[in-house]
């Protein structure tokens, strides 16, 4: 189960009723931030979701907008008591922006650590998910993020029992561990099917539509992109400043085909984003244009 948190919607500059754009993810006692606006300690209060069990910050790049919120989130964090590690992952630059931005929120109970990221494509670990970090295509480099959760094959009591593989180790094994015991080796695969369908979620935002978007988001359970323009007549403007009209976003999920999308990103201009939406549609029906602190419980598919 991965629970997930558009924490505010808004593009460029918040609104009375519209944060800037921030995702949370929680897992298994762990939180994953991605990007962090200004007011986004506020948003994040507002859902009543806490600040402490942030474990890992991503960030799509160094605009405002998307960091801007830093130093104040930290602060709330250190005066948490946090002391665990923070891991931070973003463009290159990553250390040099984030230093300076500590320059007014210096003093922290904990270690930041640091992972830029080194090309078009990245896929690394964070406890039992996998990120993919892919380039999309802004006006300085920007980064969208995929998070799997993998699912193991079901356990098989009877492959077990044949194989005569002692009941203390049936655990470690469903688990993915590696056991040995008198010269006896044990693995999983001894026991667990195939691989089962996991969860997936796709993020982007601030970019022009290019073909890696739909990869990443193919088949995913959750695809959150950027709409920030939904009158045709900013189609020229979206291009100009590098960014993405519903009817474009809408078109990225016609390839990708995506279980359930939301839109985010809005500009400020758009004070009425619901009123695209049967023009979006049209194109991809089901597309939802969310307010600030949706929340969804992503499980498994019951089999």
């Given at each position: 189960?991965?629970?997930?948190c558009?924490l505010?919607t ?6 009375p009723?519209r944060?800037?754009t921030?995702l949370m993810l929680?897992y298994?006692g762990q939180?994953i ?10 948003a994040?209060?507002e859902?009543g979701?806490?600040a402490?069990?942030i474990?890992?910050?991503c960030?799509t790049?160094?605009h405002a ?9 930290l ?11 923070l ?10 922006v984030?230093?300076?931005?500590r320059?007014?929120a210096?003093e922290?109970?904990?270690?930041i650590?640091?992972?830029e990221?080194?090309?078009d494509?990245d ?8 990120i993919t ?5 802004h ?5 969208g993020?995929?998070?799997k959760?993998?699912?193991k094959?079901?356990f098989s ?8 593989i ?9 688990h993915g561990?590696?056991?040995?015991e ?5 693995t ?8 089962r ?10 970019t022009r539509?290019?073909?890696q ?5 193919k088949?995913a ?6 709409g920030?323009?939904g009158?045709?007549d900013?189609?020229?403007k979206a ?14 999920c016609?390839k ?15 004070m009425?984003?619901k009123q ?7 194109i991809y029906p089901?597309?939802?244009?969310p307010k600030?602190?949706?929340?969804k419980?992503l499980?498994?598919d019951?089999e």
């Amino acid at each position: 189960m991965i629970d997930v948190c558009l924490l505010g919607t808004g593009g460029m500059m918040p609104l009375p009723d519209r944060w800037l754009t921030a995702l949370m993810l929680k897992y298994n006692g762990q939180s994953i931030l991605i990007d962090c606006g200004e007011g986004t300690q506020i948003a994040l209060r507002e859902v009543g979701w806490s600040a402490k069990q942030i474990d890992l910050m991503c960030f799509t790049h160094y605009h405002a907008d998307h960091i801007s919120g830093l130093p104040g989130m930290l602060l709330t964090m250190g005066n948490a008591e946090r002391t665990e590690p923070l891991l931070m992952v973003g463009p290159k630059g990553l250390e040099r922006v984030v230093n300076s931005l500590r320059s007014i929120a210096p003093e922290l109970p904990f270690e930041i650590r640091f992972k830029e990221l080194p090309g078009d494509e990245d896929t690394f670990d964070f406890g039992d998910l996998e990120i993919t970090a892919f380039k999309v295509l802004h006006k300085l480099t920007c980064y969208g993020y995929t998070v799997k959760l993998k699912r193991k094959g079901r356990f098989s009591v009877d492959r077990a029992k044949q194989q005569n593989i002692p009941l203390k180790f049936w655990n470690r094994l469903q688990h993915g561990e590696t056991v040995e015991e008198g010269g006896v080796t044990y693995t999983p695969s001894m026991v667990l099917g195939e691989e089962r369908k996991g969860l997936h979620i796709t993020y982007c935002t601030d970019t022009r539509p290019v073909p890696q978007i739909a990869e990443q988001a193919k088949d995913a359970d959750l695809f959150i992109c950027e709409g920030m323009y939904g009158d045709k007549d900013c189609a020229e403007k979206a291009a100009g400043y590098k960014h993405m009209t519903m009817q474009e976003a809408a078109r990225i999920c016609e390839k990708a085909r995506p279980k359930e999308v939301w839109l985010t990103h809005f500009s400020p201009s758009m004070m009425k984003p619901k009123q695209y939406m049967d023009e979006i549609d049209a194109i991809y029906p089901g597309i939802i244009i969310p307010k600030d602190g949706r929340i969804k419980e992503l499980n498994f598919d019951e089999e």
